[in-house]
């Protein structure tokens, strides 16, 4: 009942701000001194934050009020965390090893033996994974009581990253491009490369059959389970330094990037918009969604934020971008079809249109006005040849050309 109060009269503040203030984040009241490391959420979306030097930080009420749990561990710069979605076991990781909490941090006990770890993360079944810098892959199958190395497949032992697409099914990331994917809970793994001079893969989330790869510099990647090809995703992006990926349950993307804040796509990664109103600073170290929708973010000085209302919107709600958006046509090449998706700020009138290379008018796909919001048009080409075209979108002061091809 507790839960169910503070709930609800938090969503009453958080749609007061969504009215009046218009910020995507809110600034909880964590001040937590050092650089927030990771944010993990409980099912009871109880919320953790390890930070670089002052140890792991808990609430209990969406970040209004925090206290240190900092019992049984040796040293206060926490690398990672993670939480296991079944029992709410909590794992965290300092320099000296693996250290386990069964009573929500209130007591930590180390894990003996453990092999050094660089990140933690824990699946569907609440079976814990550990990246280790050298040695691979360790695995808890026991509630992070024991752990074991699972390497079998592996070529490159420096694991940066895990990413989870059901129980069963288990991606991993190393440097130079290297992904490998398990079907049987990480007992043995097969390498699938991206493109040469992708880059460090540091993150990884896994939605509906489609693979998300974050890269160290040349931004975002995506590609079936099956990885027959790698597409890349960065329209919009003004920032390719990914360090984090999030998916929500409505299929959205959040990537942190370095230095340029979050950025949002609606569509599976094919458009990006900043997603930084409220934030005061940009340099966001962390990021992590809840079960029930929220969003959270971590910075370098301790702050923690709070998306100012859940991210899990239902379809039919409308999410207003900060800017006008003209996102890169999907798919494209295409043929005969394609859909152009666009966001307004504000309303007005709209005219998208479409013109071959030499500046010809082709089509009038909209010419009306329309509510500010997330909108698309289809394209069919019908009639036309094969070749190169522009779509233009222009609305008020704003106008934006982007290329696009046919091929029949």
């Known amino acids: 009942m507790k839960r169910i109060t503070v709930y609800t009269s938090l969503c009453l503040v958080l749609l007061t701000c969504k009215l009046y203030a218009q910020n995507f984040w809110v600034n909880t009241n964590a001040s937590l001194g050092s650089k927030v490391t990771a944010i993990v959420i409980n099912s009871y979306n109880e919320i953790f934050a390890s930070t670089e030097s002052n140890g792991i930080h808990f609430s209990s009420d969406y970040g209004e009020t925090w206290i240190s749990v900092n019992n049984g561990l040796t040293s206060n710069t926490i690398l990672s965390l993670a939480v296991s979605p079944i029992t709410q076991t ?5 320099y000296s090893g693996i250290f386990r909490s069964t009573d929500n941090g209130t007591s930590w006990s180390s894990i ?10 824990c699946n ?42 059901d129980s069963v099914m288990v991606f991993c990331s190393s440097y130079d491009a290297t992904v490998y994917r398990s079907t049987n809970y990480g007992d043995s793994w097969t390498s699938i490369f991206l493109p040469a001079g992708s880059g460090d893969v540091n993150s990884l989330a896994a939605y509906n059959g489609i693979l998300y ?3 160290g510099g040349q931004g975002v990647f995506a590609t079936d389970y099956n990885q027959i090809n790698w597409e890349v995703k960065n ?32 569509d599976s990664g094919n458009g990006w918009h900043e997603f930084n109103s409220g934030l005061t600073e ?18 370098e000085s301790g702050k923690i934020f709070r998306s100012s209302s859940t991210t899990s919107v239902d379809e039919g709600e409308e999410v207003i971008a900060e800017s ?30 479409v013109y071959d290379v030499l500046g010809n008018e082709v089509r009038t796909l909209v010419k009306e006005e329309k509510s500010a919001g997330s909108h698309k048009a289809e394209f069919r080409a019908d009639g036309l040849t094969s070749g190169i075209y522009f779509y233009r ?4 002061d704003f106008v934006e050309s982007i290329k696009m091809i046919l091929l029949k």
Request: glycine share 12%.
């Open 213 to 215: 790869a974050g890269t």
């Open 282 to 299: 940009l340099t966001v170290s962390s990021l992590a969604l809840a079960p029930d929708g929220f969003l959270y973010c971590g910075t």
């Open 112 to 121: 003996a033996g453990t092999i050094f770890t660089m990140n933690l993360d």
């Open 393 to 396: 979108l222009q609305s008020g």
């Open 235 to 266: 329209n919009g992006l003004l920032s390719t330094n990914i360090r984090k990926i999030k998916i929500n349950s409505n299929g959205y993307l959040y990537v942190l990037t370095l230095n340029g804040g979050i950025y949002r796509s609606l």
């Open 324 to 353: 006008f958006i003209l996102n890169q046509n999907y798919p494209n090449p295409f043929n005969p079809t394609t859909t152009i998706n666009y966001s307004l700020p504000v309303t007005g009138f709209v005219t998208l249109k």
């Open 124 to 165: 569907l079944n609440g079976d814990f994974f550990g990246g280790t810098p050298v040695n691979g892959v360790i695995r808890s199958t026991d509630d992070g009581l024991t752990w074991q190395l699972t390497n079998s497949g592996l070529t490159q032992f420096s694991i940066y990253s895990f990413g989870f697409a």
């Open 90 to 94: 909590l794992t965290a990781l300092d």
